[in-house]
C-alpha cells in the first residue's frame, strides 16, 4: 500500500512538472513569437532568428520533461 | 565544402564604343558580381541607361498588370523555347492589343456587377410589397396624401382611426411578418409618423420610383438578372481564353523584357568617363579563366584584371557543396549566410539533422510513407525551396526507417517480439530481434528509457564540443588564437571539466553514497573547470559567469531528442490499442469504427511526426550548435545574368 502510494505520488510529481513548465514555456513563447512574426512581416530575413528566439523559452518544458523522466525512471 | 567558393576581385576596363557588347557578354556569362559603383572617385560618373531602357521598362509593366489582371501565372504545359529574336516585334504588336482586350473585359464585368447590385437592391425592396393588393405606382406621386409602408407585428389601426377617419389600411403578410401601408391625408402626416415612429416594432421601407405590379416586376428583374449573370460567366470565360492563348507569350515576353531591362540598366552600376568605362565585381576564382578570355575576345578594347592583394571584405558568398548536400544549404541560408571566412556547415547539418530527425521518428511504416510523400513533392515540384525541402525530407525518411528497425517499430505496433515485465508481447514478425554485434534488436523506446536519455545527452555533449571546435577554428582565423582561447577554448574547459565532475559525484548525489573527493578524476575535472571559468572571466569579463548554466541547459536541451520520440510512439500505441483492444474486439460495426479511428490517428500523429521532429532537429542546429561558432551575415553571390527558361537566343 505504502509502495502504491508513493508511486502515485511520483507519477503526480512528473505530471506536475510537465505540466507546469508547459504553461510556463507557452506564456512565454506567445509574446516572443508575436514580436517576431512582427519583425519578420517588416523583414523576411528575420525568419531564422525569429523561429530561434521563439522556441528559446520551449527549453524550460524540456527541463521539465527531463525531471518527470528522472522520477519515473530513476527513483 | 566546409568554406565558400573561393572568388576573386575582378577589374574590367573598356573603351565606350565596346560598352554594349562587354554588357552582352558579362550577361551571357552570368559569372561577375557587380559592386555597383558609388561616384566616390573624381573624373568617373555614374553611367547612363541604354536608350531602349523606359521603353522596357514600359512594357514591362503592362506586361505585369496585364498578369495581374488575368490571376496567377501557370507554368505547366509549357516547353518548347520561343527565339528571342521574334519576340520584340510580337511584343510590339501584341501587348498593347493584349491590354486593350483584357481592360475591356475587366469593365465590361465591374459595369455587369454594379448593374446586378443595383437589381439585387431594387429586388429587395420590392418583395415585401408584393404581398400587398397595390401597384407600384399608388406608393407616390400624390399631392394631398401620403403612403406610409412598413413591416409592423402591432395592431395599430385603432390609434390612427383615433387620430383621423380619412385613411387607407392595407396589409399583407411576407415570410411570417406583417407589413402594412397606411395612406393618409397630407395634413395628418406628422401625426401618423409619430405613431408610427413610436411603436418599436415598425421597419420602414421605401418604395422605388416604379410602376406596375410588382410581382411583374420582380419577374422581369428575375430575367434581367439571369441575362447579366450569363453575360459575366461569358466575360469570365474570355479573360481565360486569353490567359490559355497568351500563356506562353507572357512568360516569353516576361523573361525577355526582365533581361533586357537588366542588360539595358547595367550602366547605372558602372563607372563611366567620356570614353571609357570600368566595372568592379567579384568572379569564382576558378572560373576566372574563362570570364578573362570571354570578355577580352569578345570585344574591341576591354581589358579584364584580378585584384590579387584586395582585402577580404564583403566578399560575396557562394557556398560550395556536393549535389546531395546542397539542399541543405537552404537551412544554412535561413539561419543566415556565412561569411567568407567562415566555415559553411551544410556538410554537418546533412549528417546531424536526419540523423536528428530519424532518432526522433524512428517507425518503418511512418518513414515509408515520409519517403512516398517526399517523392511525389520531388517528381510534382521540380525547383525552389520546396524541392529542396522535399530531398531533405527523403535523406530524413532513410534515418527514420533504419532508426525504426533499431526500434522495432511499424506504426507503433512492435517488429519483433518484445519482452516486457516478462510477458512476451508478439511482433510483425513473430520473431524475437536479432542480435547484432553489440547490440540485441530491437530497443524498446518504452522500456529503456534510462539508457537513451543517457545516450541523448552523449549526442548532445559531441554535437556542442563539435560547434565549440568549430568556434575556436572560426575565432582563430578570424581574430588570432588567444581570442580562440579565451572566447571558445575555455567554454570547451568548462564543459569538459564540469562533465567529468558531475559524473564522479552523481552516485553522491543521487544515492546519497560518500563523495570520493580525492578521485583523481574528480579533482582535475573541477581544475580544468575552474581554469576555464578565470580565462572566460579573462575574456569576456565577469558577467560571463552568467552564461555557464546555458551549457547545462543546451545539453539538457537534447533530451527532446528522446522526448519527441516517446511522444509520437506513445500517440501511434494509443491508436493502436483503442482499435485493437477496445474497438475490434466487439466486431460488428465496431470494426469499421476501428479502421477509421487506425487511419485518423496515424494520419494526425504522421502529420505532428513531420512537423515536430523537423522544427525540434533544427532547433538544435540553430539554437544549441549554430551559437557556438556561427555568425553569419555574408552577402550572397549574385552574379549579372539571367538563367532563360522560356526563351532562347
Same mark, same amino acid.
Given at each position: ?75 | ?20 557588347? #562587354?554588357?552582352? &557578354? ?26 531602349? =531602357? ?17 490571376? +496567377? ?10 527565339? =528571342? ?143 447579366? #449573370?450569363?453575360?459575366?460567366? &461569358?466575360?469570365? +470565360? ?82 560550395? &557543396? ?11 541560408? #535561413? ?63 532513410? +534515418? ?46 518504452? =522500456? ?19 560547434? *565549440? ?46 563523495? &570520493? ?44 531528442? *528522446? ?5 509520437? =510512439? ?80
Amino acid at each position: 500500500m505504502v509502495a502504491a502510494e508513493a508511486a502515485g505520488f511520483i507519477a503526480l510529481g512528473a505530471g506536475i512538472a510537465v505540466g507546469l513548465t508547459g504553461l510556463g514555456a507557452g506564456i512565454g513563447e506567445q509574446s516572443i513569437g508575436a514580436a517576431a512574426i512582427g519583425a519578420m512581416a517588416e523583414d523576411p530575413k528575420f525568419f531564422g532568428k525569429g523561429l530561434l528566439m521563439t522556441v528559446i523559452p520551449e527549453s524550460i518544458v524540456i527541463f521539465g520533461l527531463v525531471v518527470a523522466l528522472i522520477l519515473l525512471f530513476v527513483f | 565544402m566546409l568554406k565558400p567558393e573561393k572568388m576573386t576581385r575582378v577589374v574590367v576596363v573598356g573603351t565606350s564604343d565596346a560598352l554594349d557588347q #562587354t554588357i552582352e &557578354n558579362l550577361h551571357k556569362l552570368n559569372l561577375l558580381h557587380i559592386i555597383d559603383y558609388d561616384e566616390e572617385e573624381a573624373g568617373f560618373k555614374i553611367g547612363k541607361p541604354g536608350s531602349m =531602357a523606359p521603353k522596357f521598362s514600359e512594357h514591362l509593366v503592362t506586361l505585369r498588370s496585364i498578369e495581374n489582371q488575368l490571376g +496567377s501565372r501557370e507554368e505547366a504545359g509549357f516547353d518548347k523555347k520561343i527565339s =528571342a529574336k521574334e519576340l520584340p516585334s510580337q511584343i510590339e504588336s501584341t501587348l498593347s492589343e493584349l491590354e486593350e482586350e483584357v481592360l475591356k473585359q475587366h469593365n465590361l464585368m465591374r459595369s455587369i456587377e454594379t448593374e446586378l447590385k443595383q437589381n439585387q437592391d431594387i429586388e429587395d425592396t420590392i418583395k415585401p410589397l408584393a404581398s400587398l393588393p397595390l401597384s407600384l405606382e399608388d406608393y407616390t406621386g400624390y399631392q394631398s396624401i401620403n403612403v406610409f409602408v412598413g413591416f409592423i407585428d402591432s395592431n395599430i389601426e385603432d390609434e390612427i382611426k383615433a387620430e383621423t377617419s380619412q385613411y387607407e389600411l392595407y396589409t399583407g403578410e411576407i415570410e411570417g411578418k406583417k407589413i402594412i401601408a397606411v395612406a393618409v391625408a397630407k395634413e395628418k402626416e406628422d401625426e401618423i409618423n409619430k405613431i408610427l415612429q413610436n411603436d418599436s416594432t415598425y421597419v420602414e421601407i421605401r418604395p422605388p420610383e416604379l410602376t406596375g405590379n410588382p410581382q411583374a416586376v420582380l419577374e422581369e428583374m428575375a430575367a434581367a438578372k439571369a441575362e447579366l #449573370t450569363e453575360k459575366l460567366a &461569358n466575360a469570365e +470565360s474570355e479573360l481565360v481564353r486569353l490567359k490559355q492563348e497568351y500563356a506562353e507569350f507572357m512568360l516569353a515576353s516576361e523573361e525577355y523584357l526582365t533581361i533586357e531591362t537588366q542588360k539595358s540598366e547595367a550602366p547605372l552600376r558602372f563607372a563611366t568617363s567620356d570614353h571609357a568605362f570600368v566595372v568592379d565585381g567579384w568572379v569564382p576564382l576558378d572560373k576566372y579563366d574563362d570570364f578573362e578570355k570571354t570578355i577580352e575576345g569578345g570585344a574591341g578594347n576591354v581589358y579584364a584584371s584580378k585584384l590579387e592583394d584586395e582585402e577580404v571584405k564583403d566578399v560575396p558568398i557562394a557556398l560550395d &557543396n556536393p549535389k546531395a548536400v546542397k539542399p541543405f544549404e537552404l537551412l544554412v541560408d #535561413t539561419f543566415a549566410t556565412p561569411k567568407y571566412k567562415e566555415i559553411d556547415p551544410s556538410l554537418i547539418l546533412f549528417i546531424t539533422f536526419p540523423l536528428f530527425y530519424g532518432i526522433m521518428l524512428g517507425d518503418i511504416g511512418y518513414g515509408v510513407l515520409l519517403g512516398i510523400l517526399s517523392w511525389v513533392i520531388m517528381s510534382k515540384v521540380k525547383s525552389g525551396g520546396l524541392h529542396e525541402l522535399a530531398i531533405i525530407l527523403s535523406y530524413s525518411a532513410l +534515418s527514420t526507417i533504419f532508426f525504426g528497425i533499431i526500434f522495432g517499430e511499424v506504426f507503433g505496433f512492435p517488429l519483433f517480439n518484445i519482452t516486457h515485465h516478462e510477458i512476451v508481447e508478439g511482433g510483425i514478425l513473430g520473431i524475437a530481434g536479432p542480435n547484432i554485434w553489440i547490440l540485441q534488436l530491437p530497443i524498446h523506446r518504452f =522500456a529503456e528509457v534510462k539508457p537513451l536519455l543517457v545516450m541523448t545527452f552523449v549526442i548532445g555533449i559531441l554535437h556542442i564540443t563539435l560547434g *565549440l571546435i568549430l568556434g575556436i577554428r572560426n575565432v582563430a582565423v578570424e581574430r588570432g588564437f588567444k581570442h580562440a582561447v579565451t572566447e571558445k577554448m575555455c567554454w570547451l574547459m568548462i564543459l569538459f571539466g564540469g562533465i567529468m565532475a558531475i559524473v564522479t559525484a552523481m552516485p553522491a548525489i543521487l544515492w546519497g553514497s560518500v563523495l &570520493n573527493t580525492q578521485d583523481p578524476i574528480f579533482v582535475s575535472g573541477i581544475v580544468l573547470g575552474i581554469i576555464g571559468i578565470i580565462l572566460l572571466v579573462k575574456g569576456e569579463g565577469a558577467i560571463a559567469i552568467m552564461e555557464i548554466p546555458t551549457l547545462l541547459s543546451n545539453i539538457f536541451s537534447y533530451a527532446r531528442i *528522446l522526448a519527441i520520440g516517446l511522444s509520437s =510512439a506513445g500517440i501511434a500505441l494509443a491508436v493502436n490499442t483503442i482499435c485493437r483492444d477496445v474497438l475490434f474486439s466487439q466486431g460488428g460495426v465496431f470494426i469499421v469504427v476501428g479502421i477509421l479511428v487506425l487511419i485518423l490517428g496515424h494520419t494526425i500523429n504522421l502529420l505532428l511526426g513531420i512537423i515536430g521532429p523537423g522544427l525540434h532537429s533544427l532547433r538544435l542546429q540553430y539554437v544549441e550548435f549554430f551559437t557556438k561558432f556561427y555568425e553569419g551575415g555574408g552577402t550572397k553571390y549574385d552574379p549579372f545574368g539571367f538563367i532563360r527558361k522560356y526563351t532562347e537566343e
